[in-house]
């Protein structure tokens, strides 16, 4: 167990958050049914609040966001089709290859290097329409970008790409598992980029801070179909409206908290950057990316770890920070002298 002082300096993830005792009183007053029936009103209701914060017409609570990523594909293409998304997307890289296990699609990569799918790229590689070659299923990507340091999605390149999907007649995919940052960091409700996809996912456990959740918002007819492949998958609940709870709270409470991760994010940005032996990615949300001028990302993470900071290598040379509401403002000052005096070994 991580006691909530060891939290205040775990920077591996926003995951790590623990719910706070009034989400906590929140969830165990719920009113509960058997979800499979349909018979859970909290999960009614966040299902409800989510369609209406997204402009959606329907949404369906799912127990992760790789779930809900993966029936999005599923309900979106069929087996052979080809699924696009980004070169660094968590869909192709943390998700086990459910794309292809589990949808039976092949993935054409697209540069997204700069947060968002180079879309002359995208359009180079498109499937011509000739009877032997896999066909276009969907379009995937991803927002605010998880593995490129909480990039933000340009709105005005989300439009493009939406005419150029359109325009194919394939749908478009959000894994919004961080939307919620991007919409505050960009000052941005989330309709923003939500209008111009088909379906959308967004984690409730990770900086939003609820234990466990997540939520796919798409038209009625997609969700529909979505029900019956998160059944599939064996992510029908029963009395889940005790976590559903936990959203609701966090939508209602724990939004604006995510300015101040934003804030320290920055702030240990500023901290570092001026440093010989490694260049910090600049931040737009909640994730530090520092890249380090030689591979010493894991003995600088090692080191961290006994100071009692705790943050990810991710490569030999990269290093992933991430700010949370349990994290406190002293380990941010730790975190930064810490980083300011380290010298990797020889
Ligand atoms: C965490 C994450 C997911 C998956 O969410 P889980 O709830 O951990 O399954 C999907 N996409 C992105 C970008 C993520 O950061």
């Given at each position: ?13 926003d995951?790590?958050?623990y719910?706070?005792d009034?989400m906590?009183?929140f969830?165990m ?8 029936f349909?018979?859970d ?6 299902q ?28 979106l ?14 869909i ?30 995208l ?6 329409e ?13 927002n605010s ?12 390149e ?15 995919h ?11 960091a960009?000052?941005k409700?989330i309709?923003?980029w ?26 009625s ?7 019956r492949?998160?059944?599939?998958l064996?992510g029908?609940m ?5 976590l559903?709870?936990?959203?609701l ?5 724990n939004?604006p908290?995510?300015?101040?991760d934003h ?11 001026d440093s010989?032996?490694l260049?910090?990615?600049k931040?737009?949300?909640n994730?530090?990316m ?5 591979p010493?990302?894991s ?13 990810m ?11 949370h509401?349990?994290?406190?403002d002293d ?5 930064v002298?810490?980083?300011r005096?380290?010298?990797?070994a020889?």
């Amino acid at each position: 167990m991580t006691t909530r002082e060891a939290l205040a300096s775990d920077f591996r993830s926003d995951t790590v958050t623990y719910p706070s005792d009034d989400m906590k009183a929140f969830m165990m007053q719920a009113e509960l049914g058997d979800d499979v029936f349909g018979e859970d009103p909290t999960v009614l209701q966040l299902q409800e609040r989510v369609a209406g914060l997204t402009g959606k017409e329907s949404a369906l609570f799912v127990p992760t966001g790789c779930m809900g990523n993966l029936i999005a594909l599923m309900t979106l293409a069929s087996p052979g089709q080809v699924l696009y998304s980004g070169s660094h997307s968590h869909i192709k890289l943390y998700e086990l290859g459910s794309y292809a296990q589990l949808a039976g699609l092949s993935l054409r990569e697209t540069d997204d290097s700069q947060g968002y799918l180079d879309r002359a790229q995208l359009a180079s590689n498109w499937s011509p329409e000739i009877y032997y070659i896999p066909q276009p299923g969907l379009v995937a990507v991803e927002n605010s970008h998880n593995m490129l340091g909480g990039l933000i999605y340009p709105p005005e390149e989300l439009e493009k790409l939406r005419a150029f999907t359109q325009e194919k007649c394939v749908p478009l995919h959000m894994d919004g598992a961080r939307l919620f940052n991007a919409s505050v960091a960009a000052n941005k409700p989330i309709t923003t980029w939500t209008n111009l996809v088909d379906s959308v996912m967004i984690s409730l456990s990770k900086g939003l801070g609820a234990p466990a959740g997540s939520v796919l918002a798409g038209g009625s007819d997609l969700i529909k179909k979505a029900l019956r492949v998160r059944k599939l998958l064996g992510g029908g609940m029963r009395q889940t409206g005790i976590l559903a709870a936990a959203g609701l709270y966090a939508l209602d409470h724990n939004i604006p908290l995510l300015k101040r991760d934003h804030t320290l994010c920055t702030l240990v940005y500023n901290g570092v950057k001026d440093s010989e032996i490694l260049t910090p990615v600049k931040p737009q949300t909640n994730i530090l990316m520092l890249d380090f001028h030689q591979p010493v990302a894991s003995q600088f993470a090692e080191y961290m770890e006994r100071q009692n900071l705790r943050l990810m290598a991710i490569s030999h040379t990269r290093v992933r920070i991430v700010f949370h509401q349990n994290i406190s403002d002293d380990a941010c000052d730790r975190l930064v002298e810490t980083t300011r005096k380290w010298r990797p070994a020889h």
